[in-house]
């Protein structure tokens, strides 16, 4: 398995995100708390379930993530003029700047975990994660991959 990629990947990824929450726990935040408020802030309002899939979280979970702002007063849900059995979900002024205190963990995040990497190959890597991704996702949207 060490020599499987897609595992290598995974391992990868799990760390990135332990270390993530780790690190956003001094804001009170988690990873998918933070994508829900740069979703929001940074694009229009979003319905539950467009976050959901956009952010690959179950409708259930972001129901419960999406409180849990709500409670922290740092987002807030209202009815979708164009649909009144969805909600939209925007942030409050005080999630724009936990969003924002956010970015900037994130940031020391990515440098902490990036660190055994060379600058050329960290370009490198993303963008050849961001093939992976791309391709991945156009295989989803024909329906080839579920």
């Given at each position: ?12 990824a799990?760390?990135?995100?332990g270390l993530?929450n ?13 994508g ?17 899939v ?20 740092l987002?807030?849900r ?14 409050t ?18 440098k902490?975990?990036?660190e ?5 190959e960290?370009r ?8 992976l ?14």
């Open positions: 398995m060490r020599e499987r990629v897609p595992f290598l990947l995974y391992r990868a799990e760390a990135s995100h993530a780790s690190m956003l726990g001094e804001l009170g935040l988690t990873a998918r708390q933070v829900i408020l740069t979703l929001v802030t940074e694009r229009a309002a979003m319905t539950q379930k467009e976050l959901g956009e952010l690959q979280i179950d409708r259930t979970v972001m129901v419960d993530l999406i409180d849990q702002l709500e409670a922290k007063g987002a807030q209202f009815r979708n003029p164009r649909d009144r059995r969805a909600f939209l979900i925007q942030p002024p005080a999630g724009r700047k936990a969003k924002e205190a956010a970015i900037a963990v994130l940031d020391r995040q990515q902490i975990f990036l055994p990497l060379a600058a050329e960290r490198l890597l993303a963008g050849m994660l961001n093939r991704f791309a391709s991945a996702r156009a295989r989803r949207d024909e329906g080839i991959l579920l």
